[in-house]
């Protein structure tokens, strides 16, 4: 790989992950480093919405990321290389339907997140052992498979934001509405529902007509729309964390007058990152 430098601000660089399954591939990747930077400097990992658009992401991160002190590291899943939903809020587990197809583990998309922060950590100098993860919309799927599917050892805290529907943690209905039929158990539900995790809602993304939100069956039978959908996701998890005498790792926060793409989301992102 070649030697990297974040340069102060905005930037982007190309990350070549030789540890792609079948083949090495390159990504682009959008960071934001602040003027204050040291080798304890806090790093995020931010994966961006159904539009792809990893630069704006970055952007819209950047105004709190560089009051808190933090560098953002957008990975951009271009759709050329993932297409559909099926290879990036499912993570590429599955082909798309209706071939349905079980991928072998490390074909799956999520490796590439700890890569990536582990070759940042290093070129930079970083004395980081752990990342924050933050996801919004489709970012908030993929993050939630993310932790709930591996061993994610090294995210210490994750936000899921504004999530359109969620992946039950229920080995008898499968991939991708549950997490039956790829080969977990109930360790892996148990460990799902122990990890540092916050549900991010902005109170008013309750639109049921809203754009690009999910329809399907199992999606609607979580509620009209995506306030309604968290907190019930968080209700159940709760209820089902008991069930296991499993302590439960999430919360909630709210985002009080914030819609489904808001600045407040981004803001309140960060500073749940920052600890």
Known sequence: MTKLTLAEGAGSFVFCDDGAVPSPRTMRVFSFCPRSRNAHTRIIVAMHGVDRAAAAFRDLLAPQAERNGQIVLVPEFDPEQFPGISAYNFGGVRLPPPDNALQPRDHWNFGVIDRLFHYVRDAIGSSRETFGLFGNSAGAQ??????????????????????????????????????????????????????????????????????????????????????????????????????????????????????????????????????
Request: net charge negative; with cysteine.
């Open 142 to 275: 993929f993050v939630l498979r993310y932790l709930a599917l591996n061993e994610a050892a090294s995210v210490d805290l994750a936000v899921a934001a504004n999530c359109g529907c969620y992946m039950l943690p229920n080995l008898a209905k499968d991939y991708p509405d549950g997490m039956g039929g790829i080969g977990l158990d109930t360790s892996d539900l148990r460990r799902y529902l122990g990890r540092s995790l916050v549900i991010l809602l902005g109170d008013a993304d309750n639109d049921p007509d809203a754009p690009d939100l999910p329809r399907w069956d199992e999606a609607m039978a979580q509620g009209p729309h995506r306030l309604a959908r968290g907190l019930w996701h968080l209700e159940h998890c709760t209820k089902l964390a008991s069930s296991l005498d499993v302590a439960l790792g999430w919360r909630l926060e709210i985002a009080p007058g914030a819609g489904h793409v808001d600045q407040l989301i981004y803001d309140q992102g960060a500073n749940i990152l920052n600890g």
